[in-house]
């Protein structure tokens, strides 16, 4: 049996034991934290992309998912570094630092830039759920 445990006024709150939820401290709500940063799940947005990236306007004809998929990855993964600025606030910083990542393929900053926004505006709008 399942041990409740109690808020400060001894009232039984939250299940023991349960799975973490991630519990706000306080109020105890489910999802405390980064949030929508917590929810993207790499192999979702992976997926989405490879599946949806021959339709975005800025995509090169002939040019397979292999090669914007770290521009993906780079959007949605710094949007989980910076979710509390816009894509506009970040952008000089994301287009310096796409330059030495070494994942970055063959795409330059101008042409990676489109699907590292649109990997950003995706997640920033919560369109990637937790598995």
Known sequence: MKKKAQDRE???DVVANEPDANRDPIT?????GK???ESVNPAVEDDYW???YKNRPYIDRGVNYEAYRPAYRYGWESFSH???RSFEDVETELGRDWSSREDRGHLGWLKAKPAVQDAWDRVERGAS???
Request: net charge positive.
């Open 82 to 84: 910076h979710q509390d």
């Open 28 to 32: 105890k709500a489910p999802g405390a």
């Open 129 to 131: 759920p937790k598995r």
């Open 10 to 12: 001894g009232a039984p």
């Open 50 to 52: 490879r599946e949806n």
């Open 35 to 37: 949030g929508v940063a």
